[in-house]
């Protein structure tokens, strides 16, 4: 099976003001929806941040890989290297998103070619990947300081129609009171059995303080996790971690760099979880001669797809290192593949991240709707592949958002501005 053609659209998302170390979110996420065409006229689908750069990289790989076959997935991955080079791990780690370049080109063509396949096969994904391991997969809940506001063309403001969920999502959250508030509104709408907190956007003191307001209001069986985004000093993530010992499920980058990854758990008796010091398969024999975490936070966008996902969740169980997921701002074909490959991995220890509930249903890009999470568990989408169907007027209609809002790339620091003129990111700040 050859591919004919790939089509590419860059589309806009609406995402609330949500805070974290590196300023604000945009009032749109920007991601690309990649379907890889093959004569036989089977369509596969993947979903991948966006970015001008990857775009355009996608748009220049057309060419070569026209003619491809879908099972070669080496061969594909030796062209986007021959083309794009391989060298680009050195760029993670800096901001909390990853901006690297051939992990998200190969990751998006390999979901793609998989759905391909497990379509021609009328075989799930799953099944591509080894089989299932669990019939339903956990995922976290997952909060975030904010500013009041839905975001897209309401940004600050709120609609004032919504209620549930879609109401909690919009309203300020800035105080432990707060985020108790909003972390109560999103377990009854999810049934999330474990909680995660992105930091790094306020005082240690007042995040220290959100998680103790946490762990009162939920009690020691609902699991808590704190990201500071590797925004704090070594002394500052000692100084705090002490405090939480005995609250925290794990400590998420708080620190940055593996060095002091390892020094900090020298000090505290918290799990260290990472999807920033140790990114790649090059940063793995460092990570173990150091210990500088003890749970790898995978994502099939920045590790190189789903097959290397797998190959990592066997590399953690051999160095006694935990396995979970990282999560960005993503929409349903994202989400299935998460789900896909959170069924496959035989070692799981925590919940996944997902942002999956401050994305908007109106936003959701496939057809039927978003994917149901049911009491904090994500079963993965019925029917051969990732089991999930472009919406064409929906992607039509978020093509014309991302046409509209005119962002090219993400930046917080920029949206940050807006609200505190003279804010810059810092790679430390407290």
Not at 111 to 137: E, T
Not at 227 to 235: F, Q, T
Not at 316 to 323: E, I, K, L, T
Not at 360 to 384: F, L, M, Q, R
């Amino acid at each position: 099976m050859k591919i004919s053609d790939l089509i590419i659209t860059q589309i806009a998302i609406t995402d609330p003001p949500l805070l974290n170390a590196a300023g604000l979110h945009a009032p749109y996420a920007l991601r690309i929806i990649v379907e890889v065409v093959t004569e036989e006229g089977i369509i596969g689908l993947s979903e991948i941040p966006g970015s001008e750069k990857i775009f355009q990289s996608l748009e220049k790989a057309k060419p070569f890989l026209i003619g491809q076959d879908v099972f070669h997935h080496h061969a594909i991955k030796q062209l986007l290297q021959e083309n794009f080079g391989d060298n680009d791990t050195d760029q993670r780690g800096v901001a909390p998103w990853d901006q690297r370049l051939l992990v998200h080109l190969f990751s998006a063509i390999e979901v793609a070619c998989l759905d391909i396949i497990g379509k021609k096969l009328n075989r799930p994904v799953f099944d591509l990947l080894g089989g299932k391991s669990r019939d339903k997969v956990p995922f976290a809940a997952y909060l975030f300081y904010k500013y009041k506001g839905a975001g897209g063309k309401l940004e600050f403001e709120t609609d004032p129609k919504a209620s549930g969920w879609a109401k909690a999502r919009q309203e300020e959250a800035l105080t432990p009171e707060q985020i108790v508030a909003q972390a109560k509104a999103m377990c009854e709408a999810f049934g999330f059995q474990s909680i995660k907190l992105k930091g790094g956007a306020l005082p240690p003191d007042v995040e220290c303080d959100s998680m103790f307001a946490l762990r009162d209001a939920f009690g020691p069986d609902v699991p808590l996790r704190l990201d500071p985004n590797a925004i704090w000093s070594l002394e500052t993530g000692i100084k705090y971690g002490k405090k939480m010992e005995g609250i925290l499920e794990y400590y998420e980058d708080p620190v940055r760099g593996q060095e002091n990854m390892a020094a900090l758990s020298k000090e505290v008796n918290i799990p260290l979880a990472t999807n920033m010091c140790t990114t790649s398969f090059d940063d793995i024999p460092k990570s173990i001669a150091l210990g500088s975490e003890q749970i790898i936070l995978s994502d099939h966008h920045f590790w190189g797809g789903l097959r290397a996902s797998m190959e990592l969740n066997k590399i953690c169980q051999v160095f006694g290192r935990g396995f979970s997921m990282h999560s960005n701002s993503h929409l349903g074909i994202s989400m299935a593949a998460m789900a896909h490959l959170g069924a496959a991995v035989p070692y799981l220890d925590n919940a996944l991240d997902t942002h999956y509930p401050w994305q908007s249903e109106e936003d959701e890009v496939i057809k039927g709707g978003k994917i149901p999470i049911v009491d904090g568990y994500v079963t993965p989408p019925a029917g051969p592949g990732l089991g999930v169907e472009l919406d064409r007027e929906k992607l039509k209609k978020l093509h014309q958002n991302y046409l509209d809002c005119g962002l090219k790339e993400r930046n917080d620091e920029i949206e940050m501005q807006k609200v505190v003129p003279d804010w810059k990111f810092q790679l430390q700040r407290w």
